[in-house]
């Protein structure tokens, strides 16, 4: 059974919270950490064409990541006590906006939606296979690329050093298809998959396409929906937040 989020990631919060007692008469005001989260969607190929795998046009994740009462953010700011707050970064992505297909999709609701005209290239073993994370590195940064019709990446670049830390904007890339920890990628060849992850992004890389601006340098990498071995693709679900909470929490530096 999976477990509703990981146990050392909340162990870890719980002490950082500890370093800030209010008990004491010489007590000073905690400052509250706001971090700027942004999820850029990435759907593949052109619809209706034989390799097409679109993203999922009903979810919602701005509530998954940062209104619902069980998001990403309620999560974090429950465990740190209150001093990291997930907030969502600034873009214009909305509905019905070159081609976005996604109807929940709002501006400034820090979840970008993009369509690649590429192929998704099934990379469920990413995580074990230097073609296929080289290979996945190129979509990332098509997809930042793509991305910055939406996002001013660079006005995250609060130390203006070309390169925009996870401290300054935390990315989060989630790809239409489905989420390979719950398979087994050696038998699903067929399935577009992807092994969650996070990485950086070497400098050589962005600046194949970064000629305007800085681009993030690290990223956490999730699929968009989730399903176990003897499930059907049509009873896939939304990727648990438990899963996104894991990816950050490497991005935090806490395990």
């Keep these: 059974i999976r477990p509703a989020f990981p146990l050392s990631l909340v162990t870890v ?118 073609m296929a994370k080289n290979d996945f590195t190129q979509a990332v940064v098509n997809a930042l690329d793509a991305a910055r019709t939406f996002v001013d990446f660079g006005s995250y670049d609060e130390n203006g050093d070309g390169r925009i830390a996870p401290e300054e904007l935390t990315v989060i890339i989630c790809t239409s298809g489905y989420d390979a920890t719950g398979l087994d990628p050696t038998e699903r060849e067929d399935m577009p998959l992807l092994w969650p992850h996070s990485d950086t992004i070497d400098v050589s890389d962005i600046q194949k396409v970064d000629d305007a601006g800085a681009l993030p340098s690290s990223y956490l990498a999730i699929a968009e929906n989730y399903m176990r071995e003897n499930e059907d693709p049509s009873d896939a679900q939304q990727e648990p937040i438990s899963i996104i909470a894991r990816e950050l929490g490497h991005s935090l530096g806490l395990y």
């Design 13 to 130: 919060l719980a002490l950082l919270a500890a370093f800030f007692p209010l008990q004491s008469e010489h007590a000073f005001a905690v400052q509250v950490e706001e971090r700027p989260l942004v999820m850029i969607v990435v759907g593949f190929a052109e619809e209706g064409g034989t390799d097409a795998v679109p993203y999922s046009n009903e979810y919602d994740w701005g509530e998954a990541l940062f209104s619902g009462e069980e998001s990403l953010t309620a999560y974090y700011r429950a465990q740190s006590q209150g001093l990291l707050s997930l907030v969502p970064a600034h873009e214009t992505s909305a509905f019905d906006k070159k081609r976005n297909t996604n109807r929940s999709d709002r501006a400034d609701d820090g979840i970008v939606h993009v369509k690649l005209d590429s192929a998704h290239r099934a990379w469920g073993l990413v995580n074990k296979d230097l």
